[in-house]
């Protein structure tokens, strides 16, 4: 499976985007998906995670409460709204997926990643 990260870009603290991740070459619906990003000189970080149905979903807890991961199995499609951003969540932010059935949490897990889309969120 292919993945297209899109929807980042350049918002003011307090603001809020919505990621899409765009999946082709398979149906997303046999994969359960995860938000991962990495912030300049940082590793790369856990974000949320959301398994194959939709109906399991992890948070870091730096994002609970302002972060909504979902997914559109119909349009092969996983989204992260983001809302309440902060200059802490500027990131490159990349989808992820796996076969596996959980929503897992650590890259390791993931076996297939997109290209990652800038999120900067000015002060």
């Known amino acids: 499976v292919q993945l297209q990260a899109s929807g980042g870009g350049l918002v003011q603290a307090g603001g809020s985007l919505r990621l899409s991740c765009a999946a082709s070459?398979?149906?997303?619906?046999?994969?359960?998906m995860g938000w991962f990003r990495q912030a300049p000189g940082k590793e790369r970080e856990f974000v949320s995670a959301?398994?194959?149905?939709?109906?399991?979903?992890s948070y870091a807890d730096s994002v609970k409460g302002r972060f909504t991961i979902s997914r559109d199995n119909a349009k092969n499609t996983v989204y992260l709204q983001m809302n309440s951003l902060n200059p802490e969540d500027t990131a490159v932010y990349y989808c992820?997926?796996?076969?596996?059935?959980?929503?897992?949490?650590?890259?390791?897990?993931?076996?297939?990643w997109g290209q990652g889309t800038q999120v900067t969120v000015s002060s």
């Open positions: 070459g398979g149906p997303v619906s046999m994969y359960a």
């Open positions: 992820a997926a796996t076969t596996g059935g959980y929503a897992y949490s650590r890259a390791n897990d993931h076996d297939y």
């Open positions: 959301v398994n194959w149905s939709g109906g399991s979903i």
